[in-house]
């Protein structure tokens, strides 16, 4: 399953998996996080895909299986952005289709807002578009489960914290991460709704993933330092050209009420497709779906 190599792009090892044939339409994935990897996308999807699309997965830079960002070295949001032109233009093709899941939905955003030529479809799954509305939509579901779990005084802190409209971006960001840490082993539960097959990820022992996800954390700080992923792209919306699919999950914090109503304001050549057995990995949790859905999608504007 797991074919992956190591390509240079832009003077940087990029961990690479191709599942499909040169003949498929090509599918490129761009994993959450930030930081997150590939692996579950792939361990779920890829055998689902490939097929009727050329997947092309890849670890970001800097994340898990991709050569570290080092101390000192330039790295920020755009580098993510001109890896991705990179690859494309090393597998020669002249345009592929987008599937971002949740700060993989960001960074497709940002990608088709400034290269549109290059993308012929662009599938957002679980995205978030704006990290201040996320995090106030995730801390009230931390709320939620802290009060579930009996943490009656976090629970009321964090439901307060959403809705102090004085924070925003970085800090109501660190504030998430502190309150959801409070949940323990039930952190989960804020994003995953449906285990029934979750991600063996035994494929590397646990101390492979605890150093696979250190180096994530430095291109995680690295952009927070930044600050430029803070920036909203609701106004990037209206540059959507291609057909454009926001998939939804039933029970997902992350694309927050506002962030699906501005979709469907600005964005021209929109569709949504909402999943009802998910939370924020329908790739996961519905995954027959899940494909079906991408491969209709797709499939149908093959044609025009």
């Not at 299986?65 to 790295?75: H, K, L, Q, T, W």
């Not at 993933?209 to 954390?217: H, I, N, Q």
Request: hydrophobic share 30%; net charge negative; aromatic share 12%.
């Amino acid at each position: 399953m797991h074919n992956g190599t190591l390509m240079t792009i832009r003077d940087k090892a990029l961990y690479v998996e191709v599942h499909g044939s040169k003949n498929n339409p090509p599918l490129l994935y761009l994993h959450g996080g930030p930081g997150e990897s590939c692996f579950d996308f792939s361990y779920h999807q890829t055998d689902r895909l490939k097929e009727n699309f050329r997947v092309i997965a890849i670890d970001q830079r800097g994340v898990c299986r991709s050569e570290a960002v080092n101390n000192g070295e330039e790295f920020g949001l755009m580098d993510l952005i001109e890896d991705c032109e990179a690859i494309r233009k090393q597998f020669e093709l002249e345009s592929w289709s987008v599937l971002g899941h949740s700060f993989g939905g960001y960074l497709g955003v940002l990608y088709a807002s400034l290269y549109p030529e290059s993308i012929d479809h662009l599938l957002l799954e679980c995205p978030t578009f704006d990290f201040t509305l996320t995090s106030r939509s995730l801390l009230k579901k931390t709320s939620v489960l802290l009060d579930k779990y009996g943490e009656h005084q976090k629970a009321t802190e964090s439901l307060e914290i959403a809705k102090d409209s004085d924070l925003k971006n970085r800090e109501l960001a660190e504030l998430y991460g502190t309150y959801s840490d409070y949940l323990e082993e039930n952190r989960m539960e804020i994003y995953i709704y449906n285990t029934n097959e979750p991600t063996d990820y035994s494929y590397y022992s646990e101390a492979k993933w605890d150093e696979l996800y250190d180096k994530s954390e430095v291109h995680y700080n690295l952009l927070r330092e930044e600050g430029k992923i803070f920036h909203s792209l609701i106004p990037h919306l209206s540059k959507l050209t291609m057909p454009t699919l926001l998939l939804t999950g039933e029970h997902d914090p992350v694309t927050s009420e506002e962030q699906i109503d501005a979709f469907k304001k600005y964005v021209e050549n929109g569709a949504i497709y909402h999943f009802a057995n998910s939370g924020h990995t329908p790739h996961d949790e519905e995954a027959d779906h899940f494909a079906h859905v991408i491969t209709q999608y797709i499939g149908d504007k093959r044609g025009e």
